[in-house]
């Protein structure tokens, strides 16, 4: 049986959804303005940065579980080589299938218990998974919240 699984799936792919949206109403201009003067670095303060960042944790949680590949992709999804909503697009739909592929992995709810090194630690592919749905929609929160703070103070 899979409906952990499949309710798992859906979680993720409506983050990916919801970050698309984001990304839709979000002028290519202002992807990674900073609207608020902050001495933290630009990935955290704009939306393209927290929308990168959201897709990057579903990648690396997937790409653990199916590869046992924990680094962060932080280094290849800096704002250089996605400057663009297209090319974000592009990497949420990358992120897609890689998730499409972790999920395949799956074959029903108990494989959720399986532990993993993790990558430091052992623990099981549901505390993985639900950490980084968390991290992602953390993120997700953040970017869709300066969205919502320059349409504010646009009007």
Do not use: H
Request: with cysteine.
């Amino acid at each position: 049986m899979r409906t952990l699984i499949e309710e798992l799936e859906a979680e993720f792919e409506s983050v990916e959804t919801r970050l698309r949206s984001i990304l839709a109403v979000t002028p290519e201009n202002s992807l990674f303005a900073r609207p608020f003067p902050d001495d933290r670095t630009m990935i955290e303060l704009s939306v393209g940065g927290c929308i990168i960042r959201a897709a990057a944790m579903i990648e690396q949680a997937f790409l653990g579980i199916t590869r046992r590949l924990w680094d962060d992709p932080f280094e290849w999804t800096l704002p250089e080589e996605l400057s663009t909503c297209e090319t974000i697009l592009r990497y949420i739909d990358e992120v897609s299938e890689a998730r499409a592929k972790g999920i395949a992995f799956l074959a029903s709810d108990a494989d959720l218990a399986k532990q993993l090194p993790a990558p430091e630690k052992l623990r099981s592919i549901f505390a993985v998974l639900i950490e980084a749905l968390l991290r992602a929609e953390y993120f997700r929160g953040k970017a869709d919240a300066l969205v919502r703070a320059a349409k504010r103070s646009q009007d």
